[in-house]
C-alpha cells in the first residue's frame, strides 16, 4: 500500500530519515479495515522541536480502491485525538498543506518551524498545548 500511495522510491524521501533508528509512536498509529482486508493506515514518529513533545505524522496511506471514501478522514481525526488526549504539544508532518487543512494543519514556515531539506511549503505544523503554539527551530528525528 505504501509503494502505491508514495512510489518504489519512497525511502528516499527525507520523511524517511525521521524514521532510521527511532521506533514508531505506536500508541498514536492506526488501521483501517474492510473486514478482513487492511485497507489503510496512519503512524506517527517522535521527533523534536525546541524542547516541545512533538510527533511527525506519516505516512498516511489508503489503498486506492478506498479513497474518497473517508478512511483517510477517520484515520487522521482518531489518531489526532489520541495525540492531543495525551498531552503532546506539537504534531508536524510533511505534505500537501491543502489537504490538511481541514485538519487544522498550518504552514510551519508561519512560526519557523523547518525540516532540513524539505520545501517549506510541504511542512505543515498542529499546535496542541502553548508549548506548541510557541516551538520555533528546527525539527529533528527522534525524543
Request: glycine letters at 12%.
Amino acid at each position: 500500500m505504501l509503494d502505491v500511495s508514495f512510489g518504489p522510491d519512497r525511502h528516499a524521501k527525507i520523511a524517511y530519515r525521521f524514521r532510521d533508528d527511532v521506533a514508531e509512536a505506536e500508541t498514536y498509529g492506526l488501521a483501517a479495515w474492510d473486514g478482513d482486508l487492511m485497507i489503510g493506515a496512519i503512524q506517527y514518529w517522535p521527533c523534536s522541536v525546541a524542547g516541545v513533545k512533538a510527533l511527525l505524522l506519516g505516512p498516511l496511506a489508503v489503498a486506492p480502491s478506498y479513497r474518497g471514501r473517508g478512511a483517510a478522514k477517520a484515520l487522521v481525526n482518531q489518531s489526532l485525538r489520541l495525540v492531543e488526549d495525551a498531552g503532546l504539544d506539537l504534531v508536524v508532518l510533511i505534505g500537501d498543506p491543502k489537504l490538511y487543512l481541514q485538519y487544522g494543519f498550518t504552514p510551519a514556515r508561519g512560526q519557523d518551524l523547518s525540516i532540513d531539506g524539505e520545501p517549506d511549503e510541504r511542512v505543515q505544523m498542529k499546535p496542541l498545548t502553548e508549548a506548541g503554539r510557541r516551538a520555533t527551530g528546527l525539527v529533528s528525528p527522534g525524543t
